[in-house]
Nanobody, 125 residues
Framework: HVQLVESGGGSVQAGGSLRLSCVAD????????LGWFRQAPGNEREGIAA???????SYADSVKGRFTISLGDTWNILYLQMNSLKLEDTAMYYC????????????????????WGQGTQVTVS
């Protein structure tokens, strides 16, 4: 049984920082593309960052330069460091995994990902 568990969300003032964590539990190997998505009420789920098994990293323009995706000391821990937070960053944040060593050009597409966490809320005021 595999699962993704996010943590680290909360409320923060504009300009502040948060670090989200995601533990990928039950995966037998590291051949996965791991991504962060977010969804605000009334909006579609948006891919914001991804990292693959080869260390290739991608960011959405909306977060580039402010957010950093990284892996922990073990490959199954994923982080999202969020700096200079803006009101429009308010959303539910999800980590996701797809069975592929490469994220590829489809990394932003939620349909590419098989496994999803339950989400952690980030509120910027």
């Amino acid at each position: 049984h595999v699962q993704l568990v996010e943590s680290g969300g909360g409320s923060v003032q504009a300009g502040g920082s948060l670090r989200l964590s995601c533990v990928a539990d039950g995966y037998s190997d590291r051949a996965y593309c791991l991504g962060w998505f977010r969804q605000a009420p009334g909006n579609e789920r948006e891919g914001i960052a991804a990292v693959d098994d080869y260390g290739a990293i991608s960011y959405a323009d909306s977060v580039k330069g402010r957010f950093t995706i990284s892996l922990g000391d073990t490959w199954n821990i994923l982080y999202l460091q969020m700096n200079s937070l803006k009101l429009e960053d308010t959303a539910m944040y999800y980590c996701a995994a797809q069975r592929s060593q490469y994220c590829g050009n489809g990394w932003k597409h939620a349909d590419e990902y098989r496994d999803w966490g339950q989400g952690t809320q980030v509120t910027v005021s």
